[in-house]
Structure formats: C-alpha cells, structure tokens
C-alpha cells in the first residue's frame, strides 16, 4: 500500500546542514498498524509529514498504491490528502471559530458522512459538547475531536504525529482505544511517538535515530 524508498530530507539553519531524514525505506501494507519511536529530533514528525504530501523529500521516492505522490500535479497531491489519508497532530489544529460539530462537519463530503458524526460523537463523550467551541474544551476533548475530524471520512490511511504528547494517561489511554478501533475496522494506521507504552497497541515498530532507522 504504501512504500518508502530511500527519503532523504535535509535542512540547512545557521550555515548548519543536517539530515532530518537519511536515507529511509520501509513498507506499510493494507491494515498494518506500524508505530515509529524515537527521541525529539530524530526524524518521527518529517517522515510522517513527508508520507502525508505535505513536505517534500530531497530525494527517494514516496509510493501510494504504486504511484508516486511527488510526481503529482498539485490537484492531484491535494485529492491524494482528502480522500486517502487521515491526519491527527498533537496540536490539534481546531478552527478556534467552529464549534465542536462544526469542525467535523467541515471534512464531510457525503451524507453518509454527516449522519455519523453524532455516532462518533456519543462514542466518544462528545455529544453534549457538540456545539461547544475549542476554547470551551479540555485537551482531552480536542484531541478526540481532531481524531474524530480525521477518521470521519474512512481514509484509507490514519497519520498520527504524537497524538498523546498532550494527554494524561486516562485520556492518552482513551485516544489510542479509538485508534485501535479504527485499526480494527480496517484502516491502516501509521503513528509516530516518543513514548515507548504506544507500541504496545501496534504490530510492527520502526526505532528512528538521527533521521536513520535503527
């Protein structure tokens, strides 16, 4: 489903050159469940922000179902990000003006969409705060909004770049279980941490070091 082939991305700070991503391959197949640890600086949110179209490698190849997604017209790379891939950040990214339902609603094409966001909603603890605003929430309840926002429309693909790196363990513990549950129902989940307890949840583990896998 999606392949990795020797991605290297480099950055240059201060006259300073270093390699944020050296020379990377792996394979992620239909419903893997894949977890990439490592310390701060080692490479976990470039790789997944590469995977997601939206940095681009110096060099290497990022292939989705065979096709290349940095040989795409920027049409092209845009539908590959809506219609294939999920993304959850630790920051959330809510639009501070939409309320709870408003944010989810935003990513909802289809009726059938639409119809389950209330779904998600009552599973998750969030139908009484359905028309709150993200100011109103605890960062518990805006990472579950934000996992909600990126799952509702059943990609193919669930991008997640420390999606715990904000969260008491309870609610840490909440957001992996729906993770888990949209591994479960046949999504293909690729997440990145530098907490070790998340690769208790996952079937294959990736150590990254210096930009390397290790």
């Known amino acids: 489903m999606l392949t990795i082939n020797n991605v290297t991305k480099t950055y240059t700070k201060h006259g300073m ?35 997601g179209g939206l940095i681009r490698p110096g060099s290497g190849q990022v292939l989705f179902k065979g096709t290349d997604i940095y040989k795409l017209n920027n049409d092209a790379l845009n539908n590959y990000r809506k219609k294939n891939v999920g993304f959850v950040f630790q920051q959330f ?22 119809k389950a966001i209330n779904d998600y909603f009552d599973k998750s603890g969030l139908l009484p705060l359905r028309n709150k605003y993200p100011s109103e929430l605890s960062v518990g309840e805006k990472q579950r909004t934000a996992f909600i926002r990126a799952i509702i429309s059943n990609p193919e693909l669930l991008l997640a ?16 279980d729906m993770t888990r549950d949209f591994h479960k129902a046949g999504g293909t989940v690729l997440l990145v941490s530098h907490s070790p307890e998340t690769s208790t949840y996952a079937g294959k583990r990736i150590i990254l070091g210096s930009g390397k896998i290790l």
């Open 161 to 176: 770049d420390e999606p715990t790196g904000n969260l008491d363990p309870q609610n840490a513990a909440i957001l992996m």
């Open 93 to 114: 990214h809510l639009v501070p003006w939409l309320t709870v339902y408003e944010n989810v609603r935003l990513v909802c094409q289809a009726t059938s969409c639409i």
């Open 17 to 51: 050159t270093f390699k944020a991503l050296d020379g990377i391959t792996f394979r992620v197949e239909k419903g893997d469940f894949t977890v990439v640890v490592g310390p701060s600086g080692s490479g976990k949110s470039t790789l997944l922000h590469t995977i």
